[in-house]
Nanobody, 117 residues
């Protein structure tokens, strides 16, 4: 059973928006910080956004700052990534992860986001 399940990816034109969701399956993300990462073809996985366990603290990669918003609903055990003003260079597989201490211990299988020009 995959501990985290991402959804909401798809094909969108440049300038469009998508909202990704990250649902915990059989595991809890409430009480833990969470992060979103992405991996484009031929590139290493990179950090996108971070949110503290209570949502009070967030952090973003410079490349998405001002366009993406990370959020969470602990009552639903779910995290979100709102992506606006999408660019072709945002095309990647997006992963969510649960943070435990200094590392991310639970990962999803990813959801594909493709932005056409």
């Amino acid at each position: 059973q995959v501990p985290l399940v991402e959804s909401g990816g798809g094909l969108v034109q440049a300038g469009g928006s998508l909202r990704l969701s990250c649902a915990a399956s059989g595991r809890s993300v409430s009480g833990y910080a969470m992060g979103w990462f992405r991996q484009a073809p031929g590139k290493e996985r990179e950090f996108v956004a971070y949110i503290s366990w209570n949502g009070y603290s967030t952090n973003y990669a410079d490349s998405v700052k001002g366009r993406f918003t990370i959020s969470r609903d602990n009552a639903k055990n779910t995290g979100y990534l709102q992506m606006n003003s999408l660019k072709p260079e945002d095309t990647a597989v997006y992963y969510c992860a649960r943070r435990l201490g200094e590392r991310y211990d639970l990962w999803g299988q990813g959801t594909q986001v493709t932005v056409s020009s």
